[in-house]
Each structure stands twice: as structure tokens, then as C-alpha cells.
């Protein structure tokens, strides 16, 4: 295609409209600038195949008139929506919230709106193919889906959909990208943290069976017990709440010879220190407590909580990238290391009691 082609004049001898009152449109600028509209929309666009002098007479023509291209505009110029799709499940826990958070401001820094589709922790594969293709008949140009649990992990992998799209908080397969924290790598830490104190082991108070990050956290728990040769006490199994932290508190504040606890997020752990407080089992002077996520409350319970922080926003930013990077066509093959996490020390822990 010839370069001044697409910068064709558009013809002559049309009466300029009064913009008094009135949006101006891209016709507007067409006309001021004495270009075509495609002309225009190219410009909207970046194409490289607009000359120069061109270009800043259709940008000083929308400075003139106060032209703000539309979404719809852009859309005609790019061929794209400029509208992102999310699918979140147990939106109003802490991780979750946050990280949709966090993928709408990067979106909206990148010029995207959001779709956002919150669904039930019990939706099935029918309802998460049915959530999938709304987002893509409403034409969003790709998809984020924050998938926690396994299952909905293989709903994603056996859905049909020619969208891009990046899982959060889940593998699978297809090489779809993912990411997400390194839950093993801060369970960990936790752990050794509490045995470095000299406890000779550590109970756990698990998230839900199935889920992606609990049960990342309770398998490192026992390798990291066994590799440092410490005895496995009995699992605790939470459901995420701070009353299943108290429920399953008020069972480990009835045994002297639990020392030391790592909760699998901070309300389990809130839980937990409701029931020890309750029970007249010191933090930390009787029983050390370490939780996950650094919720903004962990730092003002009493006493303040040690917990393992996730960078959720760092989650957000990858995930749109990648996202963006699929949109554009950058599907080359590269491996995204899992976004580190660290310990914040605070005054739930110390050595254990003696005797």
C-alpha cells in the first residue's frame, strides 16, 4: 500500500459545522484537519504509515475541537474492545479482592475497562464455560480468571476458547499462562521460623481441601517438618473463616504440648487467638502463632500478628501483562517464576515455655 494513500485529502468545498454546544466526532477532525476519517482513525491507531506533518495536523485538529476519541472510536480504529474480561470466585475473601483490585488499576493505567464475573465457590464446568463465553460474546479481548480450586482450574482447561487467557492461582494444561505467589516457598519459611524459636514442631490449621494455595501451604508444612526431622502433628482442616481458626483453636488450647501454630491465612489465625485468649493460652508466651496474606488488620491484633505477606498486587500487574502480551500476539514460551512472598515478623512469636 502506498504510504500517501492513507493520507488521502478528503474533498473539498464542505461547510464546517458549529461545534458550539456539540461532542465533536471524528468527522469533526477529518474535516478541520482536511483528511479522510480513515485518516483519522489511523492516527487513533499509531499507524506507521502516516506521515509526520500529517499526523500533528490531525492531533492539533483534535486539541482545536477537544476531541476525546470514544471507546467505540478506538475500538473502529484498533479492532479491539478495549474491555478485558475477569471470572473471580469467593470474591469477598482478602486474596481474591485484592488481586481483582489490583488487575483494575493496571487495567485502567493501560487504557482497559473491566467485565468482572464473580462466581460461586460450588459452580460447576457448565457454569464456568457459560461464564467464559459471555465475556467473549460481550467481546472482551481477553480473559484473567481467578481460579483457586483444582477444579476450576480443569473446567478452565476443558473450555473451549479462542480469547486469550491467563489463570491466576492455578496450572493447567495447554500452556496457559499463569500467576501466582509461591505459596510452598512461604509456608516454608513459617515453619522454619517457628522451629528456629526451638518449638519442636509446628501444628497446622489447613485451608479447604481443593484449594490451590492450602494445599500448596499444607504439603511444604510437612516436608519442611520431616526434612528438619520433626514429628507431623494431626491436620486441622479450616474453611478460610475466622471461626473455623476459633472452632479448631478451642481443640488445640485443650493440649500443653502445642507450642507453636501456623494458620493458612490471618482470619483462621484471628480465629485462633480469640480461642487461645479465651482458653488463658498466652500469644506468645504459652503458644506461637504465625498466619498468611498480611491482611491490613494483621498488624493491630493483640498481640500484632507474624504472617507471611503476598504481594497481590504484583499478582494483578503480572497478570494483566501476560494477558496483554497474548492480546498482542507475544505467545512465545517462557517460563513466569512464582512472585516471591517473605515472613513480617511481628510479636506473635517466641520461644517456647519451659518445661
Known sequence: MNPRAADAPAPKGRSRRNFAGARPVMDDVARLAGVSKQTVSRVLNDNPAVRPETREAVQAAMRSLGYRPSRSARSLASGRTRMLGVISFDAARYGPASTLTA??????????????????????????????????????D??????????????????????PLVVLENEIRGGTPLASADSRNGARKAVEHLLCLGHPTVWHIAGPTGWTSADERLISWRDTLRAAGAGVPELLIGDWSADSGYELGRRLARRPDVTAVFASNDQMALGLLHALHEAGRRVPEDVSVVGYDDIPEAAHLLPPLTTVR???????????????????????????PLIPVEVIVRQSCGRPPRG
Open 103 to 140: 488487575i483494575n488499576t493496571a487495567a485502567q493505567k493501560a487504557g482497559y475497562l473491566l467485565s468482572s464475573m464473580a462466581l460461586d465457590d460450588t459452580a460447576d464446568h457448565a457454569t464456568v464455560a457459560e461464564a467464559v463465553d459471555r465475556l467473549s460474546a460481550e467481546g472482551a
Open 142 to 163: 481477553g480473559v484473567i480468571a481467578i481460579a483457586p480450586q483444582h477444579r476450576v482450574g480443569q473446567a478452565l482447561a476443558d473450555t473451549h476458547l479462542d480469547t
Open 310 to 336: 503476598t504481594d497481590f498486587a504484583a499478582i494483578g500487574r503480572r497478570s494483566l501483562r501476560l494477558l496483554l502480551d497474548r492480546i498482542d500476539g507475544r505467545t512465545e514460551e517462557r517460563v513466569e
